[in-house]
């Protein structure tokens, strides 16, 4: 089940950007986060996808959500300019952003080689 975070879950699972200046993961597992809006098209099309992924890989990396209607700060934060846009977290290293509605398979590769597969080498 994707989880809908807000600026303070935000900064307490993922990362404090009010504390820290260099990035600093605060979760316990990967994540991907679905930068989205209700009226968005495409954002309705990746929505189900995530919901599936999120079951799949459900021990082994959280699918969170913002609304970046709701959320406008953390949008800024990123640099969000157009939805969706996902946010691709590894347990080590610098987060990866991808833009549009990504096909499963794409974000099964993406998932597997940058969330999966990272925290197996470590």
Not at 9 to 38: H, M, R, S
Not at 45 to 50: E, K, R, S, T
Not at 100 to 107: D, H, I, N, R, V
């Amino acid at each position: 089940m994707t989880e809908h975070l807000t600026k303070e879950t935000f900064l307490k699972k993922v990362f404090n950007f009010e504390e820290n200046q260099d990035w600093k993961f605060e979760g316990d597992k990967p994540c991907l986060i679905d930068f989205y809006a209700d009226w968005c098209g495409p954002c309705k099309m990746v929505a189900p996808v995530l919901e599936e992924l999120s079951n799949e890989y459900k021990d082994q990396v959280n699918i969170y959500k913002i609304d970046t209607e709701a959320e406008q700060e953390l949008a800024a934060a990123f640099g969000i300019r157009s939805i969706p846009s996902l946010l691709f977290v590894p347990m080590k290293g610098q987060p990866r952003m991808a833009q549009g509605a990504l096909p499963k398979p794409s974000l099964v590769e993406i998932i597997d080689k940058l969330l999966i597969k990272e925290e197996e080498l470590n």
